[in-house]
């Protein structure tokens, strides 16, 4: 059983950062790939991120490659979403999510692959 708290959401105007962070509970978070996904109202949940558990391989949604960065940091068992350059069309609701996988290479994109979710932190940008 794995528990994620996201914490970092709030209001920021457009072209500024937030870092949102999730934490993880367990003995066993390295052996879990992460991701972060968003929902803005009447949508459905669209994958943002995701990086396997060594830290080693990351992927990024096409619409915020280039602004935001994963990380991870396995002592700490939190993962991590630098979002720079923002945009009001990133406003959502932020959820981290964990699935169990020792892949190096494999990053999984669907929602449905994942086995733990967070409750969100929101995130809006404002124009």
């Known amino acids: 059983q794995v528990q994620l708290v996201e914490s970092g959401g709030g209001l920021v105007q457009a072209g500024g950062s937030l870092r949102l962070s999730c934490a993880a509970s367990?003995?066993?978070?390295?052996?879990?790939?992460m991701g972060w996904f968003r929902q803005a109202p009447g949508k459905e949940r669209e994958f943002v991120t995701a990086?396997?558990?060594?830290?080693?391989?990351?992927y990024y949604a096409d619409s915020v490659k280039g602004r935001f960065t994963i990380s991870r940091d396995n002592a700490k068992n939190t993962v991590y979403l630098q979002m720079n350059s923002l945009k009001p069309e990133d406003t959502a609701v932020y959820y981290c999510?964990?699935?169990?996988?020792?892949?190096?290479?494999?990053?999984?994109?669907?929602?449905?692959?994942?086995?733990?979710w967070g409750q969100g932190t929101q995130v809006t940008v404002s124009s």
């Open positions: 999510a964990a699935r169990k996988s020792l892949s190096h290479i494999v990053v999984v994109t669907t929602p449905e692959r994942y086995d733990y």
């Open positions: 367990g003995r066993t978070f390295s052996s879990y790939a």
């Open positions: 990086i396997t558990w060594s830290g080693g391989n990351t």
